[in-house]
């Protein structure tokens, strides 16, 4: 075995790397070609166009547009998300009373974590779906109904939620309605990933600087989230990345997948419509490694801002 490592290695990795290659570096390589393309998608003609594909993207308004709403998206859903997240896991592992077990979280908390993670086993196609009708605008949604029962909405101007493209604190107010759903389905899934972590820390900790006086809100900032930066950082990254998707999101909940009046576009729902309806798949496949050059530089520059040595406890 000493002596033949490399084969053995080489004969269990052979078949996984061959198949990532085919299935993932090779479609990649090919988006890449193709978008040095006039490639239309439903023939063989191509022309080389060489890099006019990337210049167009810095000239093209919807573009522009969707990018400043991916941008939104890129600092709200992890802002909002870890903050929730970060608040119930604090207050699911040590936010209860201190008893002779030492410091626990609250009453049932076991319970809530399961009720906190439930959306996370959903799809969220079947998650945008069951939002579409509670956000219903036409008397029928959830919310609508019961704000009409006790009168506080009148029936004849009903919530508009996603079909409303009036800005609100300067963003299309269909983004914060998609919003929150973004922040509903993902919470709990990073609650449960910081509870695990916040377990990793020494009750003892937080013993011991209650007994010096401290208290919840200086033992989160103090204690917890130092201890939890490492945690946080790799949250943020992954949330990146579902931020500049959105698209399952958009596509089921708006009108036009993208709409009203392009309130809702992000780069891609562009890059579908680009590709699939106007048949520009060269111009489509240049979005796509636009969006993917961006999204690993972000990531890359984010785990660079906040690396840092190791906290020992």
């Not at 399952?248 to 809702?264: D, E, I, R, Y």
């Not at 240049?286 to 999204?295: P, R, S």
Request: aromatic share 16%; charged share 15%.
């Amino acid at each position: 075995m000493r002596h033949g490592v490399a084969r053995f290695v080489t004969g269990f990795l052979a078949l996984p790397v061959a198949i990532y290659l085919f299935y993932v570096v090779w479609p990649f390589a090919q988006a890449a070609g193709y978008s040095l393309t006039d490639w239309g998608g439903y023939s063989d003609r191509q022309q080389f166009v060489g890099l006019d594909n990337y210049i167009r993207l810095f000239s093209d308004e919807l573009i522009r547009k969707a990018f400043w709403h991916n941008v939104f998206f890129l600092v709200t859903v992890p802002l909002f998300t870890i903050a929730l997240a970060l608040f119930l896991a604090f207050l699911l592992n040590v936010g209860g009373r201190e008893d002779r077990a030492g410091i626990r979280g609250v009453f049932g908390s076991s319970v809530y974590k399961i009720i906190f993670f439930f959306p996370q086993v959903l799809s969220l196609v079947v998650v945008a779906v069951m939002w579409q009708q509670i956000y219903r605008a036409d008397g029928q949604g959830l919310i609508n109904g019961v704000l009409m029962k006790v009168g506080l909405v009148d029936p004849d101007n009903p919530i508009a939620f996603t079909n409303d493209p009036e800005p609100f604190l300067g963003v299309p107010a269909v983004l914060w309605w998609l919003l929150l759903i973004a922040v509903w389905s993902g919470a709990g899934f990073y609650m449960v990933l910081f509870s695990a972590a916040m377990q990793s820390i020494p009750k003892d900790v937080y013993e011991a600087a209650i007994l010096d006086g401290a208290g919840r809100f200086h033992t989160f900032f103090r204690i917890t989230l130092p201890l939890l930066r490492e945690t946080v950082s790799v949250a943020w990254v992954y949330l990146g990345f579902i931020a500049l998707d959105m698209y399952a999101l958009v596509f089921v909940m708006t009108p036009s997948q993208g709409g009203p009046n392009h309130a809702s576009e992000i780069f891609a729902s562009v890059l579908n419509f680009t590709a699939f309806q106007k048949g520009q798949f060269g111009y489509a496949c240049a979005m796509g490694v636009a969006l993917a050059i961006f999204t690993i530089l972000l990531a890359a520059a984010q785990l660079r801002i906040t690396r840092r040595e190791r906290i020992e406890y």
